[in-house]
């Protein structure tokens, strides 16, 4: 099982990105797994960002408080790929960006890509 994080960088204040985690080797459909994303900051826990639901019965997002409002979290069965779209980016959204896939006692992680936001 591989999952591949990319789209992170240099990003302003206020400014946005989209990143996407390309999975590949499951053993099942991509749709039977539980998908997350997490952030890690320098001298910090990893922490959830967000999370969405497996299944094809109509995706369920959860959200941390520091991310509703201005992050979406979304999938694509047909292409092996969760996204995370980060708007109005903060200085404090600085971290390594991972992405989890989950489903029953089995999770994988990304290696991760790193979110700077600085002027």
């Known amino acids: 099982v591989q999952l591949v994080e990319s789209g992170g960088g240099l990003v302003q204040p206020g400014g946005s990105l989209r990143l996407s985690c390309l999975a590949s080797?499951?053993?099942?459909?991509?749709?039977?797994?539980?998908m997350s994303w997490y952030r890690q900051a320098p001298g910090k826990e990893r922490e959830l960002v967000a999370d969405?639901?497996?299944?094809?019965?109509?995706?369920?997002?959860l959200y941390a408080d520091s991310a509703k409002g201005r992050f979406t979290i979304s999938r694509d069965n047909g292409k092996n790929t969760v996204y995370l779209q980060m708007n109005s980016l903060k200085p404090e959204d600085t971290a390594v960006y991972y992405c989890?896939?989950?489903?029953?006692?089995?999770?994988?992680w990304g290696q991760g890509t790193q979110v700077t936001v600085s002027s």
């Open positions: 080797g499951f053993t099942v459909a991509f749709s039977y797994y539980a």
């Open positions: 989890k896939a989950r489903r029953f006692g089995s999770f994988y």
């Open positions: 969405i639901s497996s299944g094809g019965g109509g995706d369920i997002t």
